[in-house]
């Protein structure tokens, strides 16, 4: 089955600084990802996806890349902002399966 | 308003008792699905949905139960045989095209047994 590892576990920035996070995957299968934000006590929200006839997707701060070949995509924050601080997950999966998700990473940004 | 709603958002269970979660969605979704969560554990999948009456059990099954008597509804029972139950549980919804798949989640039950 999906195996997804996520790195770091913990990434701490100052305020403006860029940010990313990068996740592996193990099915040739999963054609799928996205990324979560959870903020404390809630549950995670989807902050941007993307899916593998694509290389990159952006949207304002936030973007994603994929690269097939290799197994891994990267979630890249530019000029963070202290409302960015949270845990991040990644996820992947075949259209249709469960996803299956890393282990988190918690963001804190320092103004 | 639509969404998923999760309730009771904090529960408090004696060891020995079962507890039903309740999960409901508006969002017409076809699969629904039960997640746990532990602090540095990521998100654990229990059991999932595809369609009404039939759910697959997920990696960490042992000492839970489901239901999937209407689209709307997938409760999630903690019964007494799962060892190590408070956790925060986390039920999604997802349409299943191939290009929306898009996985929504609730807002959360923290279970804490005494």
């Known amino acids: 089955g999906e195996n997804v590892e996520q790195h770091p576990s913990t990434l701490s920035v100052q305020e403006g600084d860029s940010a990313v996070i990068k996740c592996t995957y193990s099915?040739?299968?999963?054609?799928?990802f996205p990324w979560y934000k959870q903020e404390l006590g809630k549950g995670p929200q989807l902050i941007i996806d993307?899916?593998?006839?694509?290389g990159e997707k952006k949207d304002q701060r936030i973007a994603v890349t994929l690269n097939k070949t290799a197994k891994h995509f990267s979630l890249h924050i530019t000029e963070t902002q202290p409302e960015d601080s949270a845990v991040y997950f990644c996820?992947?999966?075949?259209?249709?399966?469960?996803?299956?998700f890393g282990k988190g990473t918690t963001l804190s940004v320092s103004s | 308003d639509g969404g998923i709603t999760q309730s009771p958002k904090y529960l408090f269970r004696k060891e020995g008792q079962n507890v039903t979660l309740s999960c409901e969605q508006n969002l017409n979704h076809d699969a629904m699905y039960w997640y746990r969560q532990d602090p540095g554990q990521g998100l654990r999948l229990i059991y999932y949905?595809?369609?009404?009456?039939?759910?697959q059990k997920g990696d960490i099954a042992e000492g839970y139960s489901v239901s999937r008597e209407k689209k709307e509804s997938f409760p999630l029972t903690v019964t007494s045989a799962q060892k190590n139950p408070t956790a925060f549980y986390l039920c999604?919804?997802?349409?299943?095209?191939?290009?929306?798949?898009?996985?929504?989640f609730g807002p959360g039950t923290r279970l804490t047994v005494l």
């Open positions: 996820a992947a999966a075949e259209a249709g399966t469960a996803l299956i």
């Open positions: 949905s595809q369609i009404v009456n039939d759910f």
């Open positions: 099915d040739s299968a999963s054609n799928y």
């Open positions: 999604a919804s997802r349409s299943q095209g191939i290009s929306t798949d898009t996985q929504y």
């Open positions: 993307i899916r593998s006839n694509v």
